[in-house]
């Protein structure tokens, strides 16, 4: 079995936060033909990836992934995405109040609110973003 064979059973293209702030905030890993031995199994074991598909299941999954994003609560989606995305314009230490800052409207909103009733009757919530 070649090298490149080997790397081909999965593929690893969705996105996720760098843990690094050296890098870009999303790191992708290269589609299968062009990625060194191993590299899908290796980059979702080091954190890289998110999810592995087979081979050509990669935009199922990605939309599977966008319709249970979009179900969540609008404010919170942003504040996360707006987390992430800031994240590498801090220090460590000023990074956690800067979340803070960013989360805390979420954590006053109506829709935090919302979503405690709506889980504790157990009836999809009603996001009204505010």
Known sequence: MSNTASCRPKE???ACPSA????SPWSFCLPPSLCPPSAPSDAERFGLVNHLTEPGQALKRAL???TSIAHNAPLAVTAVKR???E???FSDQDAFVEQD???APV???HDVQEGAHAFTERRPPHWQGC
């Not at 690094?20 to 890098?23: E, G, N």
């Open 12 to 14: 690893a293209w969705c």
């Open 20 to 23: 690094s702030r050296a890098t």
């Open 64 to 66: 599977e992934l966008a």
């Open 83 to 85: 987390v992430v995305t």
């Open 87 to 89: 994240r590498r314009a």
């Open 101 to 103: 800052r960013i989360v």
């Open 107 to 109: 954590l006053a909103s």
